[in-house]
């Protein structure tokens, strides 16, 4: 499999993880706390697997990248959060960063 997708599918499942941890109420919440854990721990696997081929920065970068702007987006149309104009436009440029990542990367 390609080390992108395994980047790609570990940033997935730190957004799953990250949102985990709102929704655990801070890990009071077993059946939920157990499943972050669990995300996280599948997330730093699938990401150890795209660092075999590909720069640690730049697999570090876009993993941290998917996560934080995916659970930024979940943030605003699941949660109800600010949505404000300046918060889009950083989301943008995060996934700017992401995307120049690629295309730079290996």
Known sequence: MSAWIWVGLAGVLEIAWAVGLKQSDGFRRPVVSAL???????????????????????AYAVWTGIGSAGTAVIGIWVLGESASA????CLGLIVAGIVGLKLCGD
Do not use: D, W
Request: glycine fraction near 12%; avoid cysteine; charge should be positive.
């Open 36 to 58: 972050t854990v669990i995300g996280m721990i599948l997330s730093f696997a699938l990401l150890s697997q795209g660092m075999r081929k590909l720069p640690v920065g730049t």
């Open 86 to 89: 300046a918060r889009l436009a």
